[in-house]
Structure formats: structure tokens, C-alpha cells
């Protein structure tokens, strides 16, 4: 079964074909970063408006590289929540209109849901049930993955998600949007011992972040050495940051994984990028003899691959949207 999905619930506007979940046969992405950049992150009117300019030549793209015409297509895939308003209606609207004219079955995908998928694609035995780290700019949470359409919410964040933190604390120190990744690079050549950053926790809810403390502990360190006309080593303050980020997803993630049973753990969305993240599970998992999955590195950030391998499960399970499918800013992974 051959899936047209679209994604456009951020600053990336995507398309894809991906055959029942699994073989991406094409994958188009065009970045609005550079121009959100020069404002320090995404501004929601410009990414509107840029979505607009190039969903119908990134469709056209995709089909192209895949080599297919519509007719070749079984169904019609887009993410439909939770992002931006207005810029998910850009890819809703469009894919109605293309299921109106072609009379496709349209499936609708949660943003959230298809992160965890793309480790589908980069990991072709991977089967749920599984529990699953998603940490993207928007969301962190801890995610029981009982079957491919049927989740359970275990933990999340309280305030920021780690993306958001690891954003604004570059943003700090100078480094373009989206900081994550710069600081990442950064952090390799710093001392995670540096600088001690506190592990905030949330009481009573043992698998629940909170990064606005840790944010606001990394600022007052930058802002009080800069009072003092001091100069701190900025890759030490990145590698103590990224420390303690990682620290805090990873400790809940594996107390979480011992207390369900899980010995099959997952990580997904922008932040599944982190090399520390990566280094970090994979030591633990090898050491618990758990087994880790993480999808390739390409398939971290939003892309509409991930949104066609979602799809083909939605599509299974018997999800369809009529023409009267509504984008929402927010919904829960639990309800799809
Ligand atoms: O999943 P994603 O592409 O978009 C959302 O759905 O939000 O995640 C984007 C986030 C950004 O905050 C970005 O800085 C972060 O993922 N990110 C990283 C890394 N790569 C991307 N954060 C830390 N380390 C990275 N290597
Ligand atoms: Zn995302």
C-alpha cells in the first residue's frame, strides 16, 4: 500500500511516499529555517505563508522522485495536530483538496505519533509494545506504546520541553536557531563536570520533567559571569547543560522502563538526535540488556516520511478524516 503524506505542522514544509509503513520511496523537505532564524526562532505567520508557496511543488517532488502518479497512490496521509494552527491548515486544506479531486481515502496523523514512527522505517523489526522517550521542541514525554494506534502517557514535562530548553540556553549564548543542535556540537568539547546545574523533580509524579528551572539556572550562571565581566568557557557551560538535560530524560526513561517491565525502549523526535542522549541510553541499555531503538538521524527532525508510516497503522486500524477534517494547536498523543 503506497501513502502520499504531507507534514507542515512547523517550519518544515515535507512530502512523502511510503510503502505499508515501512520503505520510504521518496522524502522531500524544505526548510523555512533560514529565514525564522533571523528572528531567533519561528515566526507563525512567515512559516503560514511559506507552507503555502511550497506544498504544491514539494508534492510534485515527491511524486517525481518516487515515480508515480497520484494514480499509483492507495491513500492520502497529512498531520493534522498538535503545531501551529496555521500552518497545519495549510497541509489539511491541501490534502482535502486532493482527496476531493482524486476520491483517495484520507487518514489523519498526530505529530507525536509519527516522531515515533520514523523508527518504523529506520528499524524494520521493531514491533510495538514498546515504551518510548518522544522529546521534541514542542513536547517531552514518556509514552506506552501498546500497539501502533494505541498509546498510554506515562510521564511528561510540566513546562518546557527539552528542545524549548536546549533552544532558549543557546539562544543565550549566542548560537542560531534552532540552538539544540548547535549547542550539541558544541557540548563535545566541553567538561559535562564544569559547572553543577540542579536535576529538577517533579513530587509525586516520578516520571514528569521540568526544565524551566534548569533553563533559568543555566541563564543566571551566564548573566552573573557576565555582571562580573568574566568569561566562562562556553563549551563547558553547554556540556554541563546537556548533562543535565540528558540526565533528567534518561533517569525518568529508565526508572519508568523498570517499573512498567519494559526491556524494549525507543526514542524519537528532534531531540532523539542528541549524540549524548544516543551515547547515553545505548550504554545503559547494553549494560540492563535492554534492547534500544532510535531512529537514523535523518529522520529525527519533522519530515513526512514519518507521517506515511504512521498513516499506514492509522489506515489499518480503520482511521479515515472526511472533509471535514479541523487542524488543532493541541491534542493529547493518547487520543490520536
Ligand atoms: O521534532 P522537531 O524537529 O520539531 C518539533 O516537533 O518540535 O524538534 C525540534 C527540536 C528543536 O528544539 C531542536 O533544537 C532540537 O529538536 N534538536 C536538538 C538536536 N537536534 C535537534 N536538541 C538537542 N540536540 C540535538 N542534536
Ligand atoms: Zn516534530
Redesign the pocket.
Known amino acids: 500500500m503506497k501513502i502520499l503524506a504531507i507534514e507542515s505542522?512547523?517550519d518544515?514544509t515535507a512530502a512523502a511516499v511510503v510503502e505499508d509503513g515501512r520503505t520510504v520511496l521518496s522524502s522531500v523537505i524544505a526548510s523555512q529555517v533560514e529565514e525564522h532564524r533571523l528572528y531567533g526562532g519561528v515566526v507563525p505567520e512567515i512559516a503560514s505563508r511559506r507552507h503555502a508557496e511550497a506544498i504544491v511543488p514539494v508534492t510534485s517532488q515527491a511524486l517525481e522522485q518516487a515515480g508515480l502518479s497520484l494514480g499509483s497512490i492507495d491513500a492520502l496521509a497529512v498531520t493534522y495536530a498538535p503545531?501551529l494552527i496555521g500552518a497545519l491548515l495549510v497541509g489539511v486544506n491541501f490534502v482535502k483538496g486532493l482527496a476531493l479531486s482524486t476520491g483517495l481515502p484520507l487518514v489523519p496523523v498526530h505529530?507525536?505519533r509519527s516522531?515515533i514512527a520514523s523508527n518504523y522505517i529506520s528499524n524494520k523489526e521493531l514491533k510495538p509494545p514498546f515504551l518510548c522517550l518522544v522529546?521534541?521542541?514542542?513536547?517531552s514525554h514518556i509514552v506506552l506504546v501498546e500497539d501502533y494506534t494505541q498509546m498510554k502517557i506515562i510521564g511528561k514535562t510540566r513546562d518546557d520541553?527539552?528542545?524549548?530548553a536546549?533552544?532558549k540556553a543557546?539562544r543565550t549564548m549566542g548560537m542560531p536557531y534552532?540552538?539544540?543542535?548547535a549547542?550539541?556540537?558544541v557540548a563535545e568539547d566541553g567538561d559535562p563536570h564544569a559547572f553543577v546545574l540542579p536535576r529538577p523533580v517533579v513530587h509525586d509524579a516520578p516520571y514528569d520533567f521540568s526544565f524551566s528551572g534548569l533553563k533559568t539556572a543555566v541563564l543566571n550562571l551566564l548573566h552573573n559571569a557576565r555582571q562580573k565581566g568574566e568569561t566562562l568557557n562556553t563549551a563547558d557551560v553547554c556540556a554541563s547543560f546537556?548533562y543535565a538535560v540528558v540526565d533528567c530524560l534518561t533517569t525518568n526513561f529508565l526508572k519508568a522502563a523498570e517499573a512498567l517491565r519494559m526491556d524494549k525502549l525507543v526514542i524519537a523526535?528532534?531531540?532523539s538526535?542528541?549524540?549524548l542522549?544516543r551515547r547515553t541510553l545505548q550504554a545503559e541499555c547494553d549494560k540492563s540488556g535492554r534492547q534500544l531503538f532510535m531512529p537514523e538521524k535523518a529522520l529525527?527532525?519533522?519530515n513526512a516520511a514519518m507521517v506515511g508510516a504512521q498513516a499506514f497503522y492509522e489506515f489499518q486500524s480503520g482511521r479515515r478524516a472526511g472533509a471535514d477534517l479541523n487542524a488543532y494547536a493541541t491534542k493529547s498523543i493518547e487520543e490520536g
Do not use: Y
Not at 522529546?135 to 513536547?139: F, K, T
Not at 520541553?161 to 524549548?164: H, I, K, N, S
Not at 534552532?178 to 543542535?181: A, L, M
Open positions: 505542522s512547523c518544515e503545531g505529530h507525536l516522531h522529546v521534541s521542541g514542542g513536547h520541553a527539552a528542545g524549548e536546549f533552544d543557546a534552532p540552538g539544540g543542535i549547542l550539541d556540537k546537556r523526535g528532534g531531540v538526535a542528541n549524540a542522549l529525527c527532525g519533522d
